[in-house]
């Protein structure tokens, strides 16, 4: 029996380790397996990604780009991308191929408005201070300095840094605020230019000479529709005003834009529709300036009706001003605008801030983007209060954050979504 017995415990234990040993192959061959698997599910998801970030850097490079990329031999593999236009989306779908294994990654890019912002500056010299509140999105390319306890009512980003002066140093940020973002006051106006020519409308001196033009308009709401009456003179040595015609807007301009080549705009009235007008230097040294000359209002009025749907763009290349004449002196102002100075500001004339002693109001709802702030009253040094030019009541029109005056300039393209 001891020598059966020793005989079938070594078989016994033969037949374990043949086991474990099949076992341990097959668990050997599948780690390998799940490995492999693993490194081609990893590499070519990560050409997919590639691919779709580098067709995104394009686009940011250049807003236009649509082409993507035919199939091409990528890191062993292979990849392709192709670019869908949605109305103010575009949609990268890129696809890798490796090792017999696909990846699909779709990506959504969206240009954001400039018109969404309250207040959107490249630097701010005159500083936010106590008594100040600012309402709307807020951003400024550079850093933000603050006296005392301005308040922000909507979110805030900046390039730079917050820099606190005064006193108290307690600005209040109700939504918060971010550093470190970068988003440059810049467009094209030939890119508005073009919208202009197709379907719009554009003033300039058709001599070919490339004169300065001004244009005097003004909105008349006539109960059915909106209507404008406008004039022109050319700068020719003794400049003279056309005679004044009427129009409706929308068979002057059926998108919407009205575009100034080379010359200033003024614009006063009630709106009646959607407009955007654009005053542009065309490449000179001067022009490129939009002057309200008396109040700038909406026929209907979207803090009393969320839905209506008047809505207007003032786009200078370089200034927006109130101007200075029987109208707006002593007067309190209105206007219901976004606008959007390029590489100027937007404010009274000096004349206005300048204003013998007379403190009006000057009441904006909607936007204010500009290359920097202009100081739009005079200040006491012993009360720090205005005494004198305009105290800016400014209300944000909260249609903005999701809608637009007729091609209103964009920022950039920006990623709101990413699938994989």
């Not at 605008?337 to 002693?357: C, E, R």
């Amino acid at each position: 029996m001891g020598g059966k017995a020793a005989i079938l415990l070594v078989l016994g234990f033969s037949i374990i380790f043949l086991v474990f040993t099949q076992n341990n192959s097959r668990v050997s061959t599948t780690t390998t397996q799940n490995f492999a698997d693993y490194y081609t599910v990893t590499k070519v998801n990560n050409m997919a990604q590639a691919a779709a970030n580098m067709a995104a850097h394009k686009i940011f490079e250049d807003n236009s780009w649509s082409a993507g990329f035919p199939e091409t031999d990528f890191d062993d593999g292979t990849m392709k991308v192709s670019v869908a236009t949605a109305g103010s989306l575009k949609i990268i779908t890129s696809t890798a191929t490796f090792n017999k294994k696909s990846k699909t990654v779709k990506v959504k890019l969206k240009r954001e408005d400039y018109s969404k912002y309250g207040n959107f500056y490249g630097h701010v010299s005159a500083i936010p201070a106590t008594g100040d509140t600012f309402r709307g999105p807020f951003h400024v390319n550079s850093d933000l300095k603050t006296w005392g306890d301005p308040v922000f009512m909507g979110k805030v980003s900046m390039k730079g840094n917050l820099i606190k002066w005064g006193p108290t140093k307690n600005p209040d940020f109700q939504k918060g605020y971010d550093k470190g973002v970068d988003k440059p006051v810049d467009f094209d106006t030939s890119g508005m230019r073009s919208f202009a020519s197709s379907n719009g409308f554009i003033f300039k001196d058709t001599s070919g000479a490339g004169r300065k033009i001004e244009v005097k308009m003004e909105l008349l709401n006539t109960g059915t529709e909106g209507k404008i009456k406008y004039q022109y003179r050319i700068f020719d040595g003794s400049p003279t005003w056309t005679t004044a015609k009427t129009l409706p807007i929308n068979t002057l301009t059926p998108n919407g834009v009205i575009y100034v080549e080379h010359g200033d705009a003024q614009i006063k009235g009630i709106l009646n529709g959607r407009l955007t007008v654009v005053a542009s230097t065309q490449g000179n040294s001067d022009g490129g300036n939009i002057y309200q000359t008396d109040d700038l209002m909406y026929n209907e009025d979207p803090t009393v009706d969320s839905h209506a749907n008047d809505m207007l763009g003032l786009v200078a290349e370089n200034n927006i001003r109130l101007q200075y004449n029987n109208d707006t002196k002593h007067h309190d102002i209105i206007t219901q605008a976004s606008m959007f100075a390029k590489n100027g500001n937007i404010g009274p004339d000096d004349a206005l801030v300048n204003n013998d002693g007379v403190l009006s109001k000057w009441k904006i709802l909607g936007g204010l983007i500009a290359k920097d702030i202009r100081v739009t009253a005079r200040y006491s040094w012993s009360t720090g209060k205005p005494y004198k030019g305009y105290q800016f009541v400014h209300t944000y029109d909260k249609r903005f954050k999701i809608k637009s005056p007729p091609h209103f300039p964009q920022l950039k393209y920006e990623v709101v979504s990413w699938f994989e």
